[in-house]
């Protein structure tokens, strides 16, 4: 298995399962995009992946169904698992999916972290909170991107991330949190950076990563 660094601009679309027993083999190593339909996951995995339309985005919050599995290179995959909290998304639905997450995180072994992505102004609810309970009780590590941050003036965005990485340590496990805006493109290295630890092998030299929670 490769231990180099990760191309994010390689990824290319494999396939999209509606649950983990449809997806490729339990092996490798897997990120995977978590966040409610508004969030901005798709617009953020285009930026990461320097493609305008690898994973679709629609005014319409909901769009991703399923699991979509992009591939990076032989060894590693990008997860975008299906949007969550919408109201207009009818409640069968909403549990199907609640289910399918659920599963993939306590279950799929070569899942190596989940981004959880939030709008900066809409922060934390109650279904992202209960996301990243899921994959601390799995022993993931988290990172918390609070997406638009270009929404917010410079004050606004430090003191969000400053209270969001104030209420990170009630989690008890490995969370951190960066603010990251798809239109201006802020916040992208701090997302690089800790990907590409994560996709590093464990025995690999140098896995740690920089805390980037300081980085605006």
Known sequence: ???????????????SAP?????PADEGLEV????????????????????????????????????????LDEDRRLIDLPGYGFAKVPLAMKHKWQEALSEYLQKRQC????????????????????LIHWAVSSELPVLVVLTKADKL?????????M??????????????AITFSSLNKSGLPDLERVLQGWFTLPTDEGNDT???SAAE
């Open 1 to 15: 298995m490769s231990s180099q660094s990760v191309h994010f601009q390689s990824a290319r679309f494999i396939t």
């Open 19 to 23: 649950d983990i027993r449809h997806l």
């Open 32 to 71: 995977a995009f978590a966040g409610r339909s508004n969030a901005g996951k798709s617009s953020a995995l285009n930026v990461l992946t320097r493609q305008k339309s690898l994973a679709r985005t629609s005014k319409t919050p909901g769009r991703t169904q399923q699991i979509n599995v992009f591939s």
């Open 111 to 130: 899942l190596r972290g989940l981004v959880v992505l939030m709008d900066i102004r809409h922060p934390m609810k109650d279904l992202d909170q209960e």
């Open 153 to 161: 003036n410079s004050g606004g965005r430090k003191a969000t991330l």
């Open 163 to 176: 209270k969001i990485q104030e209420a990170l340590p009630g989690f008890n496990g490995d969370v951190q």
């Open 210 to 212: 920089a805390d980037p």
